[in-house]
């Protein structure tokens, strides 16, 4: 699962630019001591280990990233390359005229309809660099 925070949950306008990920077991459960790495467009490959966390950090099943424009996530192996072991969540942008799905902009509270997203986008007149985002992985066995 992969959603944008709405703005009231980010702070307003010039809210928070983060990534909370929780990871369960097959059951539900929070779990804890999963690394999760996150890839971004300047990233080296492996991943560099400060792209890294584990989970439980921010709490049971919980931790999180500062983020920048397009990263993506994912559950990682814990060895030194950091071999994905999930898929990578969608791009997660930071600069509104990158994103696909203006609905979820309206969903959010970042506009009002996908028109007015349309014409706020080209005139800067949306939010920059200031959007959140919730992903949960879950074990499937």
Known sequence: MQRMLSIEENGGAVGNHNIWVQVFDA???PW???IICR???LQLSPPDPHACGVSGDSG??????DMYDGDMVFVAAPDPQHRPRSPFTRSL???S???N???ELVDSGYCVSIEDCQQRIPANLMVYSHYSY?????RRW
């Open 39 to 41: 890839y971004y467009a």
């Open 27 to 29: 059951k539900g459960n």
């Open 134 to 138: 919730e992903v949960h992985f879950t």
């Open 93 to 95: 942008e930071q600069d």
């Open 60 to 65: 049971p099943g919980r931790m999180h990233f």
């Open 97 to 99: 005229k990158k994103m």
């Open 32 to 34: 804890t001591g999963v």
């Open 101 to 103: 799905d203006l609905q």
